[in-house]
């Protein structure tokens, strides 16, 4: 699914006004009727239903004038409190407040101090107070409006987007409206997915308003990652592969009291597909990971008296990384000066398809400009917010004020793919383009989920998906497994090898005719 900006939605419009020739009321009739009809859906038609409409002096609100016409044709009382004077109401909003008998309009330009018992007895309020058009942080009497909104204790269904959310960012702007359901038209914008906004929105419809196919086609934005983009991604087995046509991984991990990390990024990678997985361990740790493995073949690199890796590894990672499809480098790998030094001289000597995850990530930290002399060989970065403030030299809160900027100019500045984690990742490209990940949830917040994701993103990259195809995929792999064991067994308690072994059934879920017909073409 496209996700835009409030602006890019707003030059949309204009775009479909002005060159395509499709009138704005037509639009704001489209929008209106789609919200009158998700809420004809959840509440039934006929007497008895009240809906109060809560509107700014924009088209937002405009929508809301629509939503009463509409509703009050279907038996609905449908109030409208106006947080204007009609007058400041103009062009396709004004429009529909003239279609409104006048009873049905209170012009309230003092605000809404009063009418709170009118908005309690409500079946469902609506807030059409500001959708794209907010330009600022929100006070006096829409903030107010917005409190009372919140405080009402009736389902409220938002227009477009809650009042208060920044479309482009899902920031707050001062308040915002807690809604229950959001009708978002043409296109979700990215404060409906991004939190917080996406969490104050509650469930998101997006409505169809009539939008030219071309104007939608053709507006900058980014890909959502849901069910059908994952869908769209993901490429049929053929019945002929053999474990040499699925990618042979290999993951460099592990040190002392880390076994488990370097464990399931192998394990995971064989349960998101890869015909071969080869474990590369500090050697005094390979009776551990011996037996806590068993598909994957382990490989003790070093002295057999070392827990962690030495810089003098270098030789013996090289060789066994020749001829690998991928490889995963990081998870528990610790941060003794040596192992740092190590993953420096990996950094600008491997060949293969790269990930870079936990401990590599710090050691990369230290020299992000070690990156650029890969020059052209595929690096796939996946820090957690903390392990991308260390990469960027700034603050956590920095980088989540700005997620999507962060990753996109990390991406672009030293030519790399990278997934920012956390609730939404974004996936970045090395041009700039981004995608959202749209599943997940919170029972992921416990130790050891990187590195499952790690090994997944490794698993795709060595099937040869295209990495910023391994990236949306791999990061809405993980978090549709993690949804997947929700469904079963909730979010508390849920730990990473839950996660790796639902993997295939997340696959199983988003795979049309795996296993299809003879003929189809190898991994
Ligand atoms: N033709 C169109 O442009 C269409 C627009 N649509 C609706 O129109 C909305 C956008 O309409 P507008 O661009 O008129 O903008 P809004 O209706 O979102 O709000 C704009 C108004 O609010 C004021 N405002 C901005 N920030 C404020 C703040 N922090 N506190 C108080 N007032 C503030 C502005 O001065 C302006 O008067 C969309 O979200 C959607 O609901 C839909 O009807 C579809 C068609
Ligand atoms: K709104």
New binding site residues.
């Given amino acids: 699914m496209k996700v835009v900006t409030?602006q890019v939605?707003?030059s949309m419009?204009?775009r479909a006004?002005g060159e395509f020739g499709v009138p704005?009321v037509a639009?704001?009739e489209r929008?209106?009727c789609a919200c009158a009809d998700a809420i004809s859906q959840r509440f039934g038609d006929g007497a008895g239903r009240k809906a109060v409409i809560v509107a700014?002096?924009?088209?937002?609100?405009?929508?809301g004038f629509v939503i009463s016409r509409i509703l009050s044709q279907r038996g609905w009382e449908a109030l409208v409190l106006l947080l204007a004077a009609p007058q400041a109401v103009t062009g396709?909003?004004a429009v529909n407040l003239e279609r409104l008998d006048s009873g049905v309009v209170t012009s309230l330009p003092q605000g809404l101090a009063g009418q709170e018992e009118l908005i309690k007895s409500a079946t469902v309020v609506v807030d059409?107070l500001?959708?794209?058009?907010?330009?600022?942080?929100?006070?006096?009497i829409?903030g107010e409006a917005i409190d009372v909104v919140n405080a009402c204790g009736v389902p409220v269904v938002a227009?477009?987007?809650p009042s208060g959310i920044d479309?482009g960012s899902g920031r707050v702007?001062?308040r915002a409206v807690r809604a229950d359901l959001t009708v978002s038209?043409a296109l979700a914008k990215l404060g409906n997915v991004l939190y917080p906004g996406a969490e104050l929105g509650g469930r998101l419809v997006v409505a169809d308003?009539g939008m030219p196919q071309a104007v939608v086609d053709e507006a900058p934005g980014c890909e959502f990652m849901d069910r059908e983009s994952a869908r769209a991604i993901i490429r049929p087995r053929s019945v002929i592969a053999h474990k040499g046509s699925n990618g042979h991984c290999l993951v460099i991990a592990g040190s002392v009291g880390k076994t488990g990390a370097a464990a399931m990024a192998a394990q995971s990678a064989l349960r998101a597909g890869a015909g071969l997985v080869s474990l590369a361990v500090p050697a005094a740790l390979n009776p551990v990971l011996e037996s806590k493995t068993t598909e994957a073949m382990t490989i003790p690199i070093g002295p057999e008296d070392k827990w962690h890796f030495l810089a003098g590894a270098l030789g013996e990672l090289l060789s066994v990384a020749k001829g690998k499809d991928a490889v995963a480098l990081g998870p528990g790998l610790g941060t003794a000066p040596s192992t740092v030094y190590l993953v420096h001289s990996l950094l600008t000597a491997l060949d293969a398809p790269l990930v870079i995850d936990a401990d590599g990530l710090n050691a990369v930290a230290v020299a992000p400009e070690l990156l650029l002399r890969r020059r052209g060989r595929v690096t796939l970065l996946t820090p957690h917010p903390g392990e991308m403030a260390r990469l960027m030299g700034v603050s956590v809160p920095e980088v989540e004020a700005d997620r999507i900027g962060c990753a996109r100019d990390f991406a672009t500045r030293f030519q790399v793919y990278l997934v920012l984690k956390g609730a939404r990742s974004i996936v970045a490209g090395p041009d700039g383009t981004i995608a959202i990940n749209g599943s997940g949830n919170p029972g992921m917040a416990t130790g050891g989920m990187g590195d499952v994701l790690t090994g997944v993103i490794a698993a795709l990259l060595g099937q040869g998906y295209h990495p910023f195809a391994a990236a949306r995929l791999g990061v809405f792999l993980h978090g549709y497994a993690a949804d997947l064991m929700a469904e079963e067994t909730g979010t508390r308690g849920m730990v990473a090898t839950d996660v790796q072994e639902a993997l295939p059934r997340a696959l199983q879920r988003l795979t049309v005719a795996e296993g299809g017909a003879a003929g189809t073409s190898i991994n």
């Fill in positions: 409030g939605m707003q419009d204009k006004i704005g639009l704001m929008a209106g700014g002096k924009g088209n937002n609100g405009g929508d396709d909003a059409a500001l959708g794209t058009g907010i330009n600022s942080e929100v006070g006096g829409y227009v477009d987007i479309a702007l001062g038209f308003i």
